[in-house]
């Protein structure tokens, strides 16, 4: 009995302690998921920066838009970055007392420039930070105005490394809470980043993240919060105070537990892992117990089949060293598995038999096979082309299915080979699919194919000039546009068009492509003759754009297309010619039949035919009609070809209000409408032709007063602002059509109903008021509901914005 006792308490032992120890590795591998998952995370941010650091590097002008574009396209402010921002922070000069390292603002565009000025050795300045709004505060920040701050930043620069400079809550009190620097140093070249001893003289300045500390710690895993909870001491490697617990949430007497720490970019994480109530909870201890009363109850039982007992434990002890090197075995695979659990993993042993498969393996494989199941499969049916005898690595391999309508897989692979506890060998396959990837790159490959093709069957010719080497690489289609042949040996055949260039066009030609590779412009667009065969000239349309500089901004690269628009020349000249002519020949009929009209109006009474009068007024009416349609297509001739003009001048514009007001009353009341002008609180003058803007008011009346609800009310209003004075004319009618909306400012462009059809129109009046406000530096728009209020407005700019005189 006592021998039996003695069994049962060391199976209970032996069963407490399998399951401690299971539960100890269920515990190490949340642990070490946490630890992995905090590695990408610095990883991320290090990146972060790195990219950061390749725009400063790349870029010759670094503006205030590249920088908030680059923080937008970060997301800075999402949870799963945990920064509070990102910037720059550069070497301060000393020459002109100019607070800043390397870059100057230029302009309003906030671009940065290089200056030629001595840097500082110990001083390094915050000049860039986004997001601004909540991190103004940063701006102009002295690293050194913090010893600690200002050592670990030397540090990083003359080693190269990304640092962080620890937790300084007093570097600017507004935030209220310590945050972190993460300092990346740049250098003038890439290359430099790399180098083993970076040299002082190619520094630049820093690229930084301010971490969002109470945030850094959580959300390492799925199971942080549920199943394990992690507290963080950060022990900076100089005077550098401690930050308070992260998370704050107590551990009330965990069963698991870790203390471990960890060095990240020159700082000591010290990391408290313990486990949860829930994770507790779920341990296999109840075993135990039902092993010990079973045990008893054998016990009980065992005065009477004794013998019988001593039999069946030897083959239980027997049993139990087998389960227990099984279990071995597995918790090797396993923990393999878990280290890739992102890959399609296999196990198989040394013959190429599939011993286990992740699900993600199932998945990836379920197109080569019908089975579901993989374990009666070898990995020679699954995967022919691998070799479980080669060395360790990456392949990729090329897998046809035995399934039919199943679609060829691109698989790559890489081989771990390793040995169980009886030194059994086995291999571990991680295997990520990229048929994806490798039908994309041959895509890309079709799709420029495909644009050569394009471009040759709308004959647009491309050139690629190498600025630095004065050569030029030209296509098929650039040398038929030009009608010419690819001489052997010509290194710059772009240049030797302008030999046959018309002499007035090679000037502006040359300004064009000066301007663009200055950096003056964008882009190099002009329009040029060259002279062909049988001496015709022909027309050649260019567009360039410079795609590659130096680092001090020097072009070395343009790229551009010159299409031969001849035909598409001569049309437009043909059409602006007609347009041009029939205008200005309809002018002398025009008045002549308005002189005539108005010598018989004049006559008296007596002179005239009865129902004269009424036919006199319908002349002339429709005559003003006709001269208004001359002259609006004469003023499109004009803005088509260039030679619109505006006199800018400052006048009253009460002045303008008033005499519109008294000109519309009758217009409006053959509508039967009302014309209200609000007299302005202020008298203003604005900056603008005068004729002109009264040909706009005239247009947006005449157009409030015939769309207007009949009994209604057409209101003349002005608004001054900062800079403009906006002027408004609104109606109460049918408003404007949904689909009129877009092309309402579009020469010729009508609403296609009958209401405004009635109401007669060219549709230029809108297109001619827009061209004219913005040749006086204002903008036009419009809002409208249906049925509802219609608002059209335009802004002209003020003489002075600073004087506002009130009127006594």
């Known amino acids: 009995m006592i021998f039996f006792l003695g069994l049962t308490y060391f199976s209970f032992l032996l069963v407490h302690k399998i399951a401690e120890s299971r539960s100890q590795e269920a515990f190490q591998v949340l642990v070490d998921q946490s ?36 923080a937008k396209a970060l997301n800075v402010n999402d949870s799963m970055f945990m920064l509070d921002a990102i910037g720059l922070a550069t070497a301060a000069p000393e020459e002109n007392g100019l607070r800043g390292n390397l870059f100057a603002l230029t302009d309003s565009t906030s671009q940065f420039r290089s200056l030629p000025s001595t840097l500082q050795a110990d001083r390094f300045v915050v000049e860039y930070i986004e997001p601004l709004a909540s991190h103004q505060m940063f701006l102009g920040l002295d690293f050194a105005s913090k010893p600690d701050l200002l050592a670990i930043a030397k540090k990083s620069r003359d080693t190269g490394q990304t ?63 549920r199943m394990i909870e992690i507290q963080t001491e950060f022990n900076a490697n100089t005077a550098i105070d401690n930050i308070k617990n992260v998370p704050a949430t107590a551990i009330d007497a965990p069963d698991y537990g870790r203390r471990q720490s960890i060095e990240k970019f020159g700082q000591t994480f010290s990391m408290s892992f313990a486990s949860t109530p829930q994770f507790d909870s779920i341990q296999p201890f109840r075993a135990r117990w039902v092993v010990l009363t079973l045990g008893l109850l054998i016990t009980a039982l065992v005065s009477t089949i004794l013998r019988v007992l001593i039999r069946k434990n030897q083959t239980i002890a027997v049993t139990i060293a087998q389960k227990t090197r099984d279990l071995e075995t597995q918790d090797k695979e396993k923990r393999s598995i878990l280290e890739n659990a992102m890959l399609a ?3 198989v042993n040394k013959s190429g038999e599939i011993l286990h498969a992740n699900e993600a393996a199932l998945k990836l494989l379920l197109p080569l096979t019908s089975q579901i199941c993989l374990s009666e499969k070898t990995l020679s049916e699954l995967l022919p082309d691998m070799d479980l005898q080669g060395v360790d690595g990456w392949s990729k391999l090329h ?27 086995r291999t571990t396959l991680l295997m990520r699919d990229i048929t994806v990837t490798e039908r994309h790159a041959k895509e890309i490959v079709e799709a420029e194919q495909r644009w050569n ?25 650039w040398l038929e546009n030009m009608q010419t042949e690819a001489r052997s040996g010509c290194k710059n055949p772009y240049q030797e068009q302008m030999v046959r260039m018309h002499s007035d066009d090679l000037v502006l030609f040359k300004e064009a492509e000066a301007a663009c590779i200055e950096g003056r412009t964008d882009r190099a667009e002009v329009r040029f003759r060259v002279i062909v065969a049988n001496d015709e000239w022909r027309w050649i349309k260019s567009d360039a754009v410079v795609v590659e500089r130096a680092p001090d901004g020097t ?48 006559q008296s009474q007596a002179e005239k035919p009865k129902g004269s009068d009424r036919l006199i007024e319908i002349a002339l009416s429709n005559s003003d009609r006709l001269a208004s349609l001359v002259d609006d297509i004469l003023d499109m001739e004009k803005m088509n070809s260039g030679n619109m003009n505006v006199e800018v001048n400052s006048f009253s514009l009460n002045e303008i209000l008033s005499d519109a007001s008294r000109q519309f009353e009758t217009y409006a009341s053959q509508w039967n409408v009302g014309v209200e002008v609000p007299k302005p609180e202020v008298e203003q003058m604005i900056s603008a032709d005068k004729k002109r803007v009264i040909q706009v008011l005239t247009n947006l009346l005449s157009n409030a007063c015939k769309f207007a609800h009949s009994e209604t009310i057409v209101r003349l209003t002005a608004e001054i602002l900062p800079t403009h004075m906006k002027i408004s004319v609104s109606n109460f009618g049918p408003g404007i059509p949904e689909e009129f909306r877009s092309t309402i400012f579009q020469p010729f462009s009508q609403a296609d109903n009958s209401d405004a059809r009635k109401r007669g129109g060219t549709g230029l009046g809108l297109s001619i008021s827009r061209t004219l406000i913005e040749l006086m530096g204002g903008t036009i728009g419009f809002e409208s509901e249906p049925d509802q209020e219609t608002v059209f407005w335009f802004t002209c700019p003020l003489t002075d914005a600073s004087e506002v005189l009130a009127v006594v």
């Open 35 to 70: 630890l992995i998952s905090l590695d990408r995370r610095f990883e991320d941010y290090s990146r972060l920066l790195d990219g950061l650091n390749g725009l400063v590097v790349v870029s010759d002008q670094v503006t205030a838009l590249e920088m908030s574009n680059y």
């Open 163 to 225: 640092l962080i400079a620890g937790h300084f809550s007093d570097i600017v009190p507004q935030i209220g809470e310590s945050r972190p620097f993460m300092l990346k140093p740049i250098y003038k070249s890439l290359q430099n980043t790399y180098l083993m001893k970076p040299q002082k003289d190619d520094f630049i300045g820093f690229a930084f993240a301010v971490l969002n500390v109470e945030d850094f710690f959580k959300g390492l895993t799925t199971a942080q919060g």
């Open 345 to 347: 993993i296999l196990s």
């Open 399 to 425: 897998v046809t299915s035995a399934i039919e309508e199943a679609e060829p897989l691109i698989i790559e692979v890489e081989k771990k080979t390793w040995f169980t506890a009886e030194g059994e060998e």
């Open 453 to 477: 093709l394009a471009l040759m069957s709308v004959q647009i010719g491309v050139f690629d000039i190498d600025l630095e080497r004065e050569t030029s690489i030209v296509s098929d289609t």
């Open 555 to 602: 072009a070395l690269r343009m790229l551009g297309i010159q299409m031969d628009v001849t035909e598409s020349f001569k049309l437009e000249r043909m059409k602006r010619d007609f347009v041009a002519t029939v205008s200005h020949e309809l002018r002398t009929p025009l008045t002549s039949i308005k002189g005539a009209l108005g010598l018989l109006q004049a």
